[in-house]
């Protein structure tokens, strides 16, 4: 089995832009989770989608959002960029809840400058 | 906010020694799992304790919990120069969203 795909793995992007990152779970796994990792923070939870229904939210700004397809691929949009949002964003599968095994990705490193 | 808390932060080994990595938590849980990541890259899942469970066993890891002290611990037997990466412990809290809630991770450099 294909393991979590996210695309792309890296972007640089400026302040007020906005960006969206993708994220294919593994087949068959119906939870895509997505986290917020920088040195500060370590890894922060934002959100977690399970058919195509946001089931959990992390305590980000609105600027964040998600969504999931009927195929359980799941998109992150992030909305007037500032310099705060530079992080490695993780997307996790699973097969049906979060509390469980994840299988993460490799990450997407956004750049805000 | 942080659930699981690491400690050390950081740590400096040996190859062949072994490490100890522990981790204090808040609320109660159902289960508490460790993760492994090399810089830079995604998370590995390593291995999952349920509550109910004390001890558990992987290969050369060893984890233990202790739900009346809130902690748990990640030993590596024998560590090797390729075990040199980040370990994180991640909690689910009983009755909660069951979101899984990460520490700040421990460091673990393991010198050839």
């Known amino acids: 089995k294909a393991g979590v795909t996210q695309t792309p793995r890296y972007l640089i992007k400026t302040r007020g832009q906005q960006v969206t990152l993708s994220c294919s779970p593994i087949?068959?796994?119906?939870?895509v989770s997505w986290y917020q990792q920088t040195p500060g923070q370590g890894l922060q939870f934002l959100f977690e989608?399970?058919?195509?229904?946001?089931?959990n939210k992390g305590n980000f700004p609105g600027r964040f959002s998600g969504r999931q397809f009927s195929n359980s691929r799941s998109e992150m949009n992030v909305s007037t960029l500032e310099l705060g949002d530079s992080a490695l964003y993780l997307c996790?599968?699973?097969?049906?809840?979060?509390?469980?095994?994840?299988?993460f990705g490799s990450g997407t490193q956004l750049s805000v400058l | 906010s942080q659930q699981g808390e690491e400690d050390p932060q950081a740590l400096s080994i040996q190859e062949g020694e072994n490490a100890t990595m522990n981790c204090s938590y808040k609320?109660?849980?159902?289960?508490l799992q460790w993760y492994r990541q090399n810089s830079g890259r995604g998370l590995v899942h390593l291995i999952l304790?349920?509550?109910?469970?004390r001890e558990k066993h992987s290969g050369r890891l060893r984890v233990t919990l202790d739900t009346s002290k809130k902690s748990s611990s990640l030993l590596i037997t024998a560590s090797r120069a390729a075990d040199t990466a980040s370990y994180f412990c991640?909690?689910?809290?009983?009755?909660?969203?069951?979101?899984?809630?990460f520490g700040k991770g421990t460091k673990l450099t393991v010198n050839p």
């Open positions: 996790a599968s699973s097969l049906d809840r979060q509390g469980e095994k994840l299988f």
């Open positions: 087949s068959g796994h119906r939870s």
């Open positions: 989608y399970f058919s195509e229904t946001q089931r």
């Open positions: 609320t109660s849980i159902n289960n």
């Open positions: 304790i349920r509550s109910n469970e």
């Open positions: 991640a909690t689910a809290a009983q009755g909660g969203s069951e979101k899984l809630v």
